[in-house]
């Protein structure tokens, strides 16, 4: 499977913020109703994958994770890290900067296949 996330520009600069800070991270996208779009951000080693998280990738050397279920609905899409303005998920990284990280995605062609 090819990498089926990726970061823009102002993505990238507020992951190198917050790695100069914390140390590795990684991404998590749940698809919850609170968090939805948010991809949540956590210090490496303080969320435990599960055994149905699938890896979509690496954005800035950091990997980004997606839950089975929301990998089933989002496997035909290309997934997007970009920043807004705003406050990020209350246990995510990016929470308190007035920037978040927000996941958009775009419809792929590449089958999805885990």
């Not at 990738?57 to 997606?66: E, L, T, W």
């Not at 997934?79 to 246990?91: E, H, N, T």
């Amino acid at each position: 499977m090819h990498d089926k996330v990726s970061a823009t520009d102002a993505a990238l600069e507020l992951l190198a913020e917050i790695c100069a800070d914390h140390g590795p991270v990684l991404f998590h996208q749940s698809g919850g109703c609170c968090d939805g779009s948010s991809p949540m951000c956590y210090p490496a080693g303080e969320f435990v994958i599960g055994e149905t998280d699938v890896l979509l990738g690496q954005i800035g050397g950091m990997p980004v994770y997606i839950s089975g279920p929301q990998f089933e609905v989002w496997k035909h899409t290309d997934l997007i890290i970009d920043v807004v303005a705003g406050r990020g998920g209350m246990f995510s990284l990016d929470n308190g900067r007035e920037r978040r990280f927000l996941t958009r995605s775009r419809i792929c062609s590449c089958g999805g296949g885990a």
